[in-house]
């Protein structure tokens, strides 16, 4: 009878999933058209939900962040803002600092005119999931989980799940 109460509820896991995926797909075409539009501040506000749809969903430092980060990084280049850009690459390169758009971005900010432009797009702390593949808890609240103290990109539960993933392949990866 399962079945039937997913009926009265309306939503199954899929459709919950296919939604999910639908707003996204709904942010990355706003996020696109703001740039072509140049609307620098728009494009980063919407970057910056998707960034936070990807961490709650695969944790912070997931491949899938290095493009959306890549993109802010440029709308701060095009908007003059200095500061924001190199935190963007900062953020990209503890994650994955081999990554061909980190070249891209480095060379950018190097050419960049600092217009003095600030960003007024409050880039915030985002909830996120635990880094251990094996896990799949979430922070309730902001900050609640603590974050490698060596790299400062991946967030933890727990210690146990700290450990299981440095045993796994965090320690390789960990402040390189
Ligand atoms: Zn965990
Ligand atoms: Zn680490």
Known sequence: MSFLKDEMTGLS??????????????????SKFAIMERRF??????LTKI???V?????????????????MCWCYVQFGDKKRAVQSLGRMKRINKN???VTIQEKLIRQMRNSGNRSRTRVEMTLCKC???YCSKVE??????????????????????????????HRKQCGK
């Open 51 to 53: 960034l936070q749809c």
């Open 41 to 46: 501040e728009d494009a980063i506000a919407t």
């Open 140 to 169: 309730h609240k902001k900050g609640e989980f603590s974050l490698c103290d060596r790299c400062e990109s991946v967030k933890y539960c727990s210690r146990q799940c700290q450990v299981q993933h440095w045993k796994a392949g």
């Open 55 to 71: 961490t709650l969903q695969y944790g912070r430092d997931d491949n899938q962040t290095v493009p959306i980060l890549s993109e």
């Open 13 to 30: 896991i899929e459709d919950i999933g296919a939604k999910k995926q639908r707003s996204m797909y709904r942010l990355k075409i706003q």
């Open 99 to 101: 990554h061909p758009l």
């Open 131 to 133: 880094s251990n593949p």
